[in-house]
């Protein structure tokens, strides 16, 4: 069992910055592979970032791209997204998520994470 909770986010102006983290408690590896998403009422919860506890490879959606990093800091057992050039259309309800068996084709659809956190608003301003 893993339990997430996100922090960080709050209501920031367009062009500003906002660090997203999830300290994740209990029994991960560096076989996880843990994620970030976000929702806007209505739509469904859409794919972020992704990274894995071992590091190497990061995944992100073309929207953010170049703007959006996710970092991880093993010690803490914390995961992290940095947010930077935030647009309106990036307002929404982020949630972590993490899995220990996701596969990599698999990794961007929320339907293969077991575990989430309870999310956390990010206002973007115009």
């Not at 307002?91 to 899995?99: E, F, L």
Request: charged fraction near 20%; glycine fraction near 10%; include cysteine.
């Amino acid at each position: 069992q893993v339990q997430l909770a996100e922090s960080g986010g709050g209501l920031v102006q367009a062009g500003g910055s906002l660090r997203l983290s999830c300290p994740a408690s209990g029994r991960t590896n560096s076989r996880y592979a843990m994620a970030w998403f976000r929702q806007v009422p209505g739509k469904e919860r859409e794919f972020v970032a992704a990274i894995r506890w071992s590091g190497g490879y990061e995944w992100y959606a073309d929207s953010v791209k170049g703007r959006f990093t996710m970092s991880r800091d093993n010690a803490k057992e914390t995961f992290y997204l940095q947010m930077n050039s935030l647009k309106p259309e990036d307002t929404a309800v982020y949630y972590c998520a993490a899995d220990p068996s996701i596969i990599q084709s698999e990794i961007r659809r929320k339907e293969g994470y077991a575990y989430w956190g309870q999310g956390t608003q990010v206002t973007v301003s115009s």
